[in-house]
């Protein structure tokens, strides 16, 4: 196992590096102008002349449009899916059986509910009033206006797709297609930043669950597994901001 998990990642492509920091500022260059064109919609509804963009709040999204978050995600995936055509890279395994793909991500699952059940007690623990994490309440707060079943295919499928894609797929097999331990360590770290952690501890709940999907593409050298897990994770806990 440890053998297989060592070996660099197969299906190279010439200056894979540039190629994956080059998409990467493709795809941050999408979710700006989106989010500038939504605004822009806002204000052309509203007819409010301008927008406080230093005092904003993502919710402020929903509001203009409650289709904000998908158009954003949905966005984010065509540049994504693009970049990755137009290069060769090959980050799918189409012929992967879909019942072991299911079983597995259930499983892996499991290892990280127990993970985040664990980690939860510590974030008590450290601060006896604390109830979620500072990203968490951020997207209750977000999507509250936003109907279910958006909120949902948001948060729960195109998000993890996107973050798979970005963070195991680009970053773990093609920044550093030599070293896949510095890889996983690489994309475990900015994962725990994106979420946006209010203190190190946080930061370290997000970076453990990021561990956690980047070993599973480490061993199964399947994205698709970690997908799953990621999917099946954010559909807990969308199910869960709505008390479901």
């Known amino acids: 196992m440890w053998q297989r998990m060592n070996q660099a990642w197969q299906d190279p492509v010439k200056a894979s590096w540039w190629k994956v920091l080059l998409l990467i500022g493709a795809y941050l260059v999408s979710q700006i102008l989106a989010e500038w064109g939504l605004i822009q919609y806002g204000l052309a509804q509203s007819g409010i002349d301008s927008?406080?963009?230093?005092?904003?709040?993502?919710?402020?999204?929903?509001?203009?449009?409650?289709?904000?978050?998908?158009?954003?995600?949905?966005?984010?995936?065509?540049?994504?899916?693009?970049?990755?055509?137009?290069?060769?890279?090959?980050?799918?395994?189409?012929?992967?059986?879909?019942?072991?793909?299911?079983?597995?991500?259930?499983?892996?699952?499991?290892i990280m509910y127990c993970y985040l059940t664990i980690y939860d007690q510590v974030l008590i623990a450290y601060n006896p009033a604390f109830e979620t994490t500072q990203n968490q309440a951020a997207l209750q707060v977000s999507t509250q206006g936003a109907p279910f079943l958006l909120t949902f295919l948001a948060l729960a499928i195109l998000g993890p797709i996107v973050e798979e894609i970005l963070f195991r797929g680009l970053v773990m097999k093609y920044l550093l297609p030599q070293l896949p331990w510095l890889g996983l360590g690489i994309s475990s770290v900015i994962f725990g930043l994106l979420h946006q952690p209010a203190n190190a501890l946080e930061w370290g709940l997000y970076a453990g669950m990021g561990l956690i999907l980047g070993l599973t593409y480490l061993k199964t050298r399947r994205l698709e597994y970690a997908i799953c897990v990621h999917i099946i994770n954010n559909c807990v806990a969308v199910m869960m901001m709505h008390g479901l």
């Not at 709040?57 to 693009?82: K, T």
């Open 51 to 110: 927008y406080d963009l230093v005092g904003a709040d993502l919710s402020d999204l929903v509001y203009i449009h409650p289709w904000a978050f998908v158009i954003l995600e949905a966005i984010a995936l065509v540049v994504l899916i693009l970049g990755v055509s137009i290069w060769g890279f090959k980050l799918f395994d189409w012929t992967l059986n879909k019942w072991k793909l299911l079983v597995g991500g259930f499983a892996i699952y499991g």
